[in-house]
């Protein structure tokens, strides 16, 4: 199988992660008086209550929005490792897709489960792991992939899950949500090389009867050639037979008298083949 080179969506994704997170950054810190960095998480975070207020934007913004540096830093690397995969096997349309509806169902999840603000692309990342997970359990993945599909996540995924149980502020409700999704998406969505594309249909031109008069003499010219001039054993003898018996077969199929006579009479001139040769061939075509 091979997996198609890395396209931009992942690095696009990583830009814009870092752009926003570094722009809030900024302008957090560039003024005192009001605290930006608060007003951005309340209005740009998922939460509950966002979502009784009306801000239903927020499950997407969400995605786009990092505690501290430690912990963008930690969801681009993985995106960047599990988005190569992903969009090289799926593409970058339903890499995309998965992205975007694991990472908002996730937040959509953590909010129904828990009364905070939550932020960050880890529900997204999490559906992409959910992708890769159920891609291992179908029957047409191909071996190479073997190594980063199924059950071979699972210590990441319980690794992670257990960190979301022993750290605070990390939400496990998102990342369930995220890998429950992208497992559903991994599941019924079919990957590019599984995707069985209609071929198109060519017509093959057909040779006219003066092509295949020519390719007939273009053929027997040097087999003939060699035969005469090669030492006259039995077994050369044989191989003449059975190349003058195949000359009279092509030549009677060529169904043009002309045509078939004129190959023929130069195969005649060229002194490849005998007189006697000659009328019994004449007689065929």
Known sequence: MRISKRTNATIILIIINLA?????FILSHSRRTIDLYNLILIYGGISRGALL??????????????????HILFNMYALFQLGYLVEGIYGMRKFLI??????????????????????GSSSAIFGLVGVLFALGFKKDTPVVLKSVTGLSLLPIILLNLMFGLMIPNISNSAHVGGLIAGSLLGWFVLPQYAIV?????????????????????LKYVPILNALKNSRQDNREIDERTVQIAQLRKELSELAD???????????????????????????FI
């Open 257 to 283: 008298y002309e045509l078939a006579y004129k190959v023929l009479g130069d195969l005649y001139r060229r002194n490849l083949i005998t007189d006697d040769e000659f009328e019994k061939l004449r007689k």
């Open 98 to 119: 998965f992205y975007f509806v694991s990472g908002i169902i996730g937040n959509l999840t953590a909010a129904t489960m828990t009364p905070y603000i939550t932020i």
């Open 197 to 217: 594309r209609k071929p198109r249909v060519s017509r093959v031109k057909q040779k006219s009867p003066e092509e295949i008069a020519r390719d007939i003499l």
């Open 20 to 24: 926003v997170y570094f722009f809030v």
């Open 53 to 70: 207020r009306g801000l239903f934007y927020t499950p997407l913004t969400a995605l786009f929005l990092h505690g501290n540096m430690l």
